[in-house]
């Protein structure tokens, strides 16, 4: 099979910004105790915090880290979480039925922060608190010293402000699961008096209403229309989530999903933009995908893992190489809408729907997933560029009943132009299962120079996995990119993800 993309320095889409290489940290499973917090493990260090996790969060490079939660934030007082330890009260998680001890809260999450190469991302508590818990937790993290909180903080050991720039209206507010679910217009209300209270603590947060928790919602659109209605004029991004199954094994319909998460992109700027034109204002909400990944293979597990403890392993997805094309696919999605989506978070980092995992006793390890990942998040840098592809097509069948989706094509690529270190990074991946696929990339408009390095995610077995013990799904360095005139030509092999990087002037 034949495929051909023409990329021009000029034609853009936008700049990359780096905060939708985002992770997530919830009090959820084992994300935080026996994840990145656990005291008793050989390689914790001072803190309690699992150096070899430490070193994974830094490897897979994700700048951002959204925290406490997820459904969890929605019942939590963030005051139980700081102080000394020995005061902080054990509480009934009831979103995840599991203990709460409080070991580890803000001020553990700012440390950690640091330790990781990570910005804070914080969500306060809009389901069973308010507007003003949110405020006094801004107060707490950003304002330097002088008043109640921001003593406390300085008492707790942080003399300087944490500067949290990022912060999260609540999560999920439109689900009838999130502890303290109203309607939209209740929520918006609620959003928009947080809002006000949290930027004249500090005029520099911005921040993130709730949007849809996926577009199969049935309020999805009314949903935002509603909320922005209440809050476009305080808001600076809405938030979307998705998550991405394969339960019935149809692979081929599967590795369309990419197209799905565009389309709800799509739809939802569109409701946005209509509230602006409305309110006939100049601003644009931009969004944040503060939650997507794929969620399934641990669905039913919940019954196998004690309720009401710490720590109950829950969500513990265990990726195949073909959740990794699809991962890989997901992230050039989010780069093809560089000019409208600036905040992403994979849901979640560790241990929960995660690239990292933990053995309690034993190592951190790297799911399939953690590959394209942290190579995209390393070199998809610089600008989005505006590509025009050509590639056959398939249809294929997904979900049950069975939708037959349309014009899929077999080439899934996102090129990026990073002007500063002079390359142009090709991402692409062949979604042919059997066939091999010959991509010609004309460059001629970017003088290239030479391919630096070509990368390959592929595993015969497309349910091939990781595991502490091994991690057979790894990339490997490959040479079959040549350039010629101008044109870079790759084979790339079937259920391939690659990446290729080309030197330009
Ligand atoms: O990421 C797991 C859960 O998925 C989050 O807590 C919630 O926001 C979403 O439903």
């Not at 990570?118 to 003003?132: D, E, F, I, K, S």
């Not at 818990?133 to 050991?157: H, I, K, M, W």
């Not at 402000?161 to 999560?171: A, I, S």
């Not at 005029?203 to 949903?223: I, K, R, Y």
Request: proline share 6%; glycine share 8%; hydrophobic share 35%.
């Amino acid at each position: 099979m034949k495929c051909q993309v023409i990329l021009n320095r000029h034609y853009r889409i936008g700049t990359v910004d780096e905060r939708i290489y985002g992770g997530f940290i919830e009090h959820l499973g084992r994300a935080v105790y026996e994840g990145i917090y656990q005291p008793d493990h050989p390689c914790a260090d001072e803190d309690g915090f699992r150096t070899d996790v430490l070193e994974l969060v830094r490897e897979l490079g994700t700048p951002l880290t959204r925290y406490p939660g997820g459904n969890f934030v929605s019942g939590y007082n963030w005051e139980d979480g700081v102080g000394p330890r020995e005061k902080r009260p054990v509480r009934l998680d009831l979103a995840w039925k599991a203990l709460e001890p409080n070991t580890f809260g803000t001020d553990e999450f700012m440390k950690w922060c640091r330790k990781a190469g990570t910005a804070p991302m914080m969500a306060v508590n809009l389901g069973t608190r308010g507007p003003a818990d949110a405020q006094r937790l801004v107060e707490y993290c950003n304002f330097p010293g002088g008043t109640e909180q921001s003593e406390q903080r300085r008492a707790n050991g942080s003399p300087e402000p944490y500067g949290v720039k990022l912060w999260c209206l609540g999560n999920e507010m439109d689900g009838i699961w999130q502890t303290g679910h109203c309607p939209a217009e209740e929520y918006g209300r609620r959003a928009h008096e947080a809002a006000k209270m949290m930027k004249w603590t500090d005029p520099s947060v911005e921040l993130v209403v709730c949007g849809s928790s996926s577009d199969g919602m049935p309020t999805f659109g009314a949903w935002e229309s509603a909320v922005l209605e209440e809050t476009y004029d305080v808001a600076d991004y809405l938030s979307i989530h998705k998550y991405f199954a394969n339960p019935h094994d149809q692979t081929p319909g599967y590795l369309s999903m990419p197209e799905a998460m565009s389309e709800f992109i799509t739809r939802t700027l569109a409701v946005c933009d209509a509230v602006g034109a409305r309110k006939k204002s100049a601003k644009k909400i931009m969004l944040s995908f503060d939650e997507w990944n794929v969620w399934f293979h641990s669905h039913g597990e919940e019954k196998n893992s004690p309720e009401w403890t710490v720590a109950r392993p829950l969500l513990e997805d265990i990726y195949t190489m073909e959740d990794a094309l699809l991962v890989g696919m997901l992230m050039m999605t989010l780069l093809d809408h560089a000019d409208r989506v600036k905040v992403a978070c994979i849901a979640q980092s560790v241990n929960v729907i995660a690239p990292i995992m933990t053995d309690k006793t034993g190592r951190a390890w790297r799911q399939t997933i953690f590959y394209p990942f942290a190579l995209t998040a390393k070199y998809g840098r610089g600008s989005v560029l505006r590509a025009v592809v050509d590639s056959p097509c398939y249809d294929a069948e997904f979900g049950a009943p069975a939708t037959v989706r349309r014009n899929t094509s077999c080439l899934r690529t996102t090129s990026v132009y990073n002007e500063e270190r002079g390359e142009v990074v090709i991402f692409a991946v062949n979604r042919d299962l059997a066939g091999e696929m010959e991509m010609e990339v004309l460059l001629e408009d970017f003088e290239p120079e030479q391919v630096i390095e070509q990368k390959e995610l592929r595993h015969d077995d497309l349910k091939a996995v990781n595991s502490a013990a091994s991690e057979p799904v790894a990339p490997v360095d490959r040479e079959s990119a040549t350039l010629s005139g101008g044109t870079l030509r790759v084979r790339l092999r079937p259920a391939s993800w690659n990446m290729i990087r080309v030197k330009v002037r």
